[in-house]
């Protein structure tokens, strides 16, 4: 450990998950954090429980706003879970000076996602800061949902199982560095941030056997796939033809030196599903707008227990490893 925070500490990958092991849960170890599952199972497995909070830089992009992206980030961590969101906490610190009128942008935003959703705002606080002490403004949203599927955990995932995900990938990295460095590009590039509860919803009342689910925010698929080969003790096959990359982010990686599954996304998921209702489950994804190119991308295996394998068309294999190194800071 460094002696000082860096900013690659908070890229969900390595060191992130270093600072994580070593400060926190050292400090608040206990049998329901080291499920390490996107929301905490309280209350004898009917409620999910969590906590996120948002310093995205810019404010405003492309396809949401700091606003949406704190509800939606939140909310999709309990739906990962299975859960319906019910109940948030949004606690605000701005800075001195900024502008009412972004404020009540912002929050009209959240009141939407929180209607979509069906959920509702039940506490909050307001903070003030001196010009200077923070960027704008930071939000934290906590979230209880109730759960709709019991058994849903990374901790589960076996050979019985498939790995798909929702749509393609990286599109909110891209989009936020753009934004970032005012690159001018002419494509219809926009951040994936939606709300994934009605999605999973519609999982469940098809009746897709769920083993896990998580949404690929920081640190992208490629954090999310090693992070369950390690909680479920497997190794996991992908087929790197068959991860579902946009022409657009594929163009921002090929300039920008950027691996796609490093890229944070803020409206795409990661499953793990039984074999046999593969097919079904990637029918319901489908019928969702934007889900067009949602995937079977890997498969589980023994090979090597731990790893994540990609493997070409060419018939090479490589490990792909937990992203590392300061990717991009302030993305969520």
């Known amino acids: 450990m460094n002696k000082t925070i860096t900013l690659a500490q908070g890229n969900g990958g390595v060191e992130n998950n270093e600072l994580i092991s070593k400060v926190f849960y050292k400090a608040f170890k206990n049998e329901i954090l080291e499920k390490s599952e996107d929301a ?154 939606k709300s994934l509860y009605p999605q999973v919803q519609a999982l469940i009342d098809a009746g897709i056997k769920i083993t896990a689910m998580r949404d690929a925010t920081r640190g992208g698929v490629g954090a999310v796939l090693n992070e369950w080969a390690k909680q479920s003790n497997i190794c996991i096959e992908v087929e790197e033809d068959s991860i579902p990359i946009s022409d657009e982010v594929k163009g921002v990686c090929e300039i920008l030196g950027f691996e796609a599954t490093s890229l944070a996304n803020e409206g795409t998921f990661v499953l793990a599903i039984k074999k046999d209702d593969a097919d079904k489950a990637l029918e319901v994804l489908k019928s969702f707008k934007d889900n067009s190119m949602a995937s079977k991308i890997a498969q589980v295996s023994d090979e090597h227990i731990q790893k994540v394998i990609l493997k070409s068309s060419w018939g090479t294999k490589r490990f792909l490893d937990t992203p590392t190194g300061e990717l991009l800071p302030r993305i969520c």
């Open 40 to 193: 905490a199972v309280i209350h004898g497995g009917e409620l999910a429980f969590s906590t996120d909070s948002f310093t995205v830089s810019p404010i405003f992009f492309n396809g949401a706003d700091i606003g949406k992206l704190a509800v939606c980030g939140t909310c999709n961590d309990l739906a990962m879970m299975g859960a319906k969101p019910k109940y948030l906490t949004c606690s605000v610190i701005i800075e001195e000076g900024f502008e009412t009128e972004q404020l009540e942008t912002i929050v009209s935003s959240m009141k939407k996602e929180l209607e979509l959703n069906g959920a509702v705002v039940v506490s909050g606080d307001t903070k003030v800061m001196p010009k200077g002490s923070v960027d704008k403004i930071i939000i934290n949203t906590t979230g209880i949902g109730e759960i709709q599927t019991k058994g849903i955990s990374s901790n589960n995932i076996s050979s019985d199982d498939v790995i798909l995900v929702s749509r393609d990938i990286g599109a909110h990295g891209a989009t936020i560095f753009i934004a970032r460095e005012g690159i001018e590009m002419e494509s219809s590039l926009k951040s994936d941030c």
